[in-house]
Every structure is written in C-alpha cells, then in structure tokens.
C-alpha cells in the first residue's frame, strides 16, 4: 500500500537556522506530494507541493523537490522564524491523501 | 482560506450518546472528507463523499457513519459513542483527487 515516513519530532532549532524535515515515501504509482502546517488550534493549511518528478514546490521560503530515485520529498528553509513553529505533515495523493505522522518544530528565539 | 465550517467546534458527550458533527463548505467542491487526528497517528480517514449522496469508507470507519444530501453539507455521525473516539474531527474538501483544504475542526470528548 501507500504510506509516508517522516522525520521523527519534536525538533527545536534557533531563530535563522537552517531546516530540514525528511519525508519518504512508498507508492503504487505516481503520485502528487505536498506539505501541509498546522498551527496550534487550527486546522492543516496546504504549504507547497510537487505533482511530478523534479518539480519544486515553494511557498513562504519553504522549499521541497520531488525526488523519485530517492523517493523523498524533504521540506527546507534556509533561515527560520519563531512564526514556523508548527506541526508539518508530509502527505502523498493517489486518488486519496496518506499522511506522514507529523513533525513539530519549535524555533526558540 | 477555503469556505469551510464545522460545527460545534467543542463537545462533551457520554459513552452510548449518539452525536453528529457537521461539515459546510462554500466552495462547491466535488469531494468532502473526514478524518481524526489522535497523537501518533497523524490523520487518518473515516469516510468520504464524491457527490451528494455518494459516499465509502475510508480506513477507521467502524462505528462511524455519513450523509451527504446536499452538496454543502457533509455529516458525521457517532450512532453510539465510546471513549476510543475521543479525538479531533477535521473536515476536509477538493476539486478533485489532489490537494485538500481543511476546516478549523472539532474537538470530541466522549466521557
């Protein structure tokens, strides 16, 4: 079957380090990837996403590639803000949605 | 953000107590969703909706039942509540088979 194996939480970085989230993925076929972010008390908001190999998907300095020799789909940002403190899901799309578990970050200023 | 509430958004109810949460969305998208968020488990899917009335089970959907008679609405109903459902409830719509848009969700204590 499908699934999506993420990097384990919690993470807490600095205010303006670099992240990285690690995202796999097993799939019976070719499907759309995407991150979603939720913040506390809210419901998951659609981050970026990829719907074929080597495609970049990018919003609010977040940036993940489509990879499928390696079948991942990592999330980065290059300097981050107390602001991304959230939960990421990493999620794939083959006529339905399969999530990772989530990962939650704390930037801690 | 897409147009979607769920109602309530809080609810306290007791083991046995039928109890029925209700998606609305103004979008008029084809495909509505639910799913629970428990830790550990990210989300996971109870049912969906492809059309009014058109509905099938996603992965935990025992104990769980929908309705869809309208394309707006998408209703989910505990018929007989347990402490194993306690979670959040989140709805969810799409266009099609892709990316999906949530609603704010709902916070279920069965006591």
């Known amino acids: 079957g499908n699934s999506v194996t993420q990097m384990e939480g919690p993470v807490t970085l600095s205010e303006e380090a670099f992240l990285t989230i690690n995202c796999t993925y097993t799939?019976?076929?070719?499907?759309?990837l995407f991150w979603y972010v939720q913040y506390p008390g809210e419901g998951l908001q659609l981050l970026l996403k990829?719907?074929?190999?080597?495609d970049k998907g990018s919003n609010k300095g977040f940036e993940a590639t489509y990879r499928k020799e390696t079948t991942s789909f990592h999330l980065e940002k290059g300097s981050v803000q107390v602001s991304d403190s959230a939960v990421y899901f990493c999620?794939?799309?083959?006529?339905?949605?399969?999530f990772g578990t989530g990962t939650r970050l704390t930037i801690i200023p | 953000d897409a147009g979607i509430t769920q109602s309530p958004r809080h609810k306290v109810t007791e083991t046995g107590t039928p109890v029925t949460l209700r998606c609305h969305q103004t979008?008029?998208?084809?495909?509505m969703y639910w799913y629970r968020q428990d830790p550990g488990h990210g989300l996971r899917l109870i049912h969906y909706?492809?059309?009014?009335?058109?509905?099938d089970k996603g992965e935990v959907s025992d104990g769980y039942s929908v309705s869809r008679s309208k394309t707006e609405d998408f209703l989910l109903t505990l018929e007989s509540a347990t402490s194993s459902q306690t979670s959040v409830y989140f709805c969810?719509?799409?266009?099609?088979?892709?990316?999906?848009?949530f609603g704010p969700g709902t916070r279920l204590t069965v006591t």
């Open positions: 999620a794939l799309s083959l006529e339905k949605l399969t």
């Open positions: 979008e008029n998208h084809r495909y």
């Open positions: 969810a719509i799409s266009e099609t088979t892709g990316e999906q848009y």
């Open positions: 909706s492809y059309g009014v009335k058109d509905t």
């Open positions: 799939a019976t076929g070719y499907p759309s």
């Open positions: 990829a719907t074929k190999a080597d």
